[in-house]
């Protein structure tokens, strides 16, 4: 088991938080299963997250980019360091069991994702793990991804699915496994989000279950992002210094980014 170093006072932001709770479905822990993880919970790095079954959390990062892991998994975040300045997104996370979705904000980062099988150096992409004692399987759906198990490095591009076990990388079709295991976390959290915005690039739709548009969310070259109703008309905004959300009069609302609850009428 791995140990957690650091634990973040629920709904209390602190300098080392590298990620919020966005959606948390049953039975989801932190701190290798001392305290409950809830929505809008600010996550510390070298932090564990454990999920029960039929379970799941959708993180979000600094720099926006978006992972999610499923029922049964084990993921420690270890140190993140995000610089808006233009060095991105470094850090880097261990997967000792389970399934995890990655979506990589486009802003540059050096990230690597370590696994019993094998380790993953992401630079910018979204893909799918899945870990299973020394079984790695990985298929990514954009970019690309280096994956090293005991040999040379070997690179897995955009719709290219792999798996390794002691070593030996082989490609081929996803297994029935893997496809379970995307299934559960498509079910419980939701398909995966479009590809995250950096700072003063275009903007996001936000649409409910049918599609209708509820609005868009902007973000500034300052880093702030703005959600704009289907009229356009400033609602709210979140501050990435304050790592909170306020309404467009500039009342709070609460820590962490939570615009698409807000224009989803949740807030």
Do not use: H
């Amino acid at each position: 088991m791995i140990l957690a170093f650091c634990l973040a006072m629920p709904g209390a932001a602190r300098a080392n938080d590298v990620a919020t709770a966005q959606k948390v479905v049953k039975d989801v822990f932190g701190g290798g299963n001392m305290y409950r993880v809830s929505e809008r919970r600010t996550l510390p790095f070298r932090e564990t997250i454990n999920t029960g079954k039929e379970s799941g959390a959708t993180f979000r990062f600094l720099d926006e980019t978006v992972l999610s892991v499923g029922e049964n998994a084990e993921l420690k975040i270890d140190e993140f360091v995000y610089d808006p300045g233009g060095k991105g997104l470094k850090g880097s996370a261990s997967l000792a069991r389970g399934a995890m979705r990655f979506v990589g904000s486009t802003a540059q980062k050096d990230v690597t994702v370590r696994t019993f099988a094998g380790t993953i150096g992401i630079r910018g992409t979204a893909f799918t793990l899945r870990v299973d004692g020394q079984l790695l399987e990985l298929e990514v759906q954009s970019g690309q991804v280096s994956l090293s198990a005991g040999g040379a490095p070997i690179v897995v591009r955009e719709g290219e699915f792999v798996s390794s076990r002691g070593g030996s990388v082989q490609r081929g079709p996803t297994t029935p496994a893997f496809r379970a295991a995307v299934a559960q976390i498509v079910r419980t959290l939701g398909a995966a989000p479009a590809r995250a915005a950096t700072a003063g690039s275009g903007p996001r739709d936000v649409r409910d279950a049918s599609g209708r548009p509820l609005g868009i969310l902007v973000t500034q070259p300052n880093g702030r992002i703005d959600a704009q109703d289907a009229q356009r008309r400033l609602v709210a905004y979140y501050d990435p210094a304050r790592r909170a959300t306020f309404r467009a009069d500039g009342q709070r609302i609460g820590d962490g980014d939570l615009l698409e609850q807000v224009l989803r009428g949740g807030r």
